[in-house]
């Protein structure tokens, strides 16, 4: 079987809702082995002999079955295995399933849980749960939640109908609403709207304002305020990382519980879930590109140190 994309379907089944890894073999290659290029390309990092153990345990496989250590060598050839997966600390709290059909699921996701595997965090994410226990192996993500902030989350579940649902979030047909919580400036005019250039560099943790022209827009409104404390409702107009978090900092609004903004903090244990950064994805609405009928969801969650401040502020 194979995709529209030409790459074929992967032999191996998912591991504990995680895809296998695909790698294609170079077409100029000249290797006498698919295990010689493996050893010259991969040797120095995973080590010659996990590699030779690998292959003599039949976790390399091609679409014709598992790859020996003396299969000739075939450009252009792909090869699947399932890599090794990382001790993870599990995230004690659950995803919501708001809304499920045969296109669609959305998701009411916790702070601390990332959306898709990534570095270290691979199991404990909403999308690997979420294949699990829904038993949909074939659920990929519309767009992408930041792993410490809470919320909806949108999956697609008919693959047929991804590209459709993914093109909503990057032509901006999606209107997305946050809520915050930080500190009240009566002296801040409010709505505001803040407009900068945004860069986020390569192995840096935080996004940064640099002069130039802007490439990112977000509109920050008071819902309600307390005790030294308000609600702020927040309307990215544009997607980059850590907008939200950065137009509020720059503001003189940074979001409570943030380890980035305005300034990068040492990171906590990863058993540490007492103060989760207050920003929520309260809403998403559309018109649904293969329906045409109007979406509207609204997460159920609520922001710790709005609704119990004494609370949250003891686990701190």
Known sequence: MR???????????????????????????????????????????VGAERLAAMMDGGEFVALDGPVTAHRPYRPG?????????????????????????????????????????????????????????LGLPRLSPAHRLDRLTAGLVM????????????????????????????????????????????VKERGELASREVPGEANAESRIELIDHRAGLARYRLLPHTGRTHQLRLHMSAAGLPILGDPLYPEVLAEPAPDDFRRPLQLLARRLEFTDPVTGEARRFESRRQLAAWTDPQAWTAGV
């Open 155 to 198: 999956f697609v579940a008919d693959p047929r109908h991804r590209g459709a649902y993914q093109g909503l979030f990057e032509h901006r047909l999606v209107r997305k609403e946050y809520e915050a919580v930080a500190r009240f400036d009566p002296a801040l005019p409010l709505p505001h709207t803040a407009r900068s250039r945004i």
């Open 3 to 45: 995709r529209k994309s030409g790459v074929p379907a992967s032999p191996l089944p998912q591991r504990r809702g995680v895809d296998p890894v695909r790698l294609r073999l170079p077409a100029d290659g000249t290797w006498p082995t698919a295990l010689a290029y493996l050893l010259e390309r991969y040797g120095a990092a």
């Open 77 to 133: 050839e792909y090869l699947w295995f399932h890599r090794e997966l990382p001790a993870e600390t599990p995230v004690p709290f659950a995803v919501e399933v708001l809304h499920r059909d045969e296109r669609l699921v959305v998701a009411d996701k916790p702070h601390f849980l990332a959306t898709t595997p990534r570095g270290r965090h691979v199991t404990e994410t909403a999308l690997a749960r979420l294949r699990r226990d």
